[in-house]
């Protein structure tokens, strides 16, 4: 069983910066990815950022140059540093983990809210 607690989520203005985290309690965290997702009101969550058990990382392309996700293994902590934020950039942040051979479950934060202020 793993749980999952982000935090660093609040109210900022354009082009501010904020950087959630994420704590991983239980399981082995070296050998899970980690993702990074956002659901907006009214839309569907969408992947924001994802970091493998290797170090491989991935965005989508509207955050590629702003955001950056890592890791901290020693910490069982995963990051998402966000800069330049922008109003559409304001939802949920949710964290997300699974195994890196995908031969288990998923598993999810509650989520934290990221609202950016024109």
């Known amino acids: 069983q793993v749980q999952l607690v982000e935090s660093g989520g609040g109210l900022v203005q354009t082009g501010g910066s904020l950087r959630l985290t994420c704590a991983s309690y239980?399981?082995?965290?070296?050998?899970?990815?980690l993702e990074w997702l956002r659901q907006a009101p009214g839309k569907q969550r969408e992947l924001v950022a994802g970091i493998d058990a290797r170090g491989g990382t991935n965005y989508e392309d509207s955050v590629k140059g702003r955001f950056t996700i890592s890791r901290d293994n020693a910490k069982n902590t995963v990051y998402l540093q966000m800069n330049s934020l922008r109003p559409e950039d304001t939802a949920v942040y949710y964290c997300k983990t699974y195994p890196y051979d995908r031969r288990g479950p998923d598993y999810w934060g509650p989520g934290t809210q990221v609202t950016v202020s024109s």
């Open positions: 239980g399981g082995h965290f070296g050998l899970h990815n």
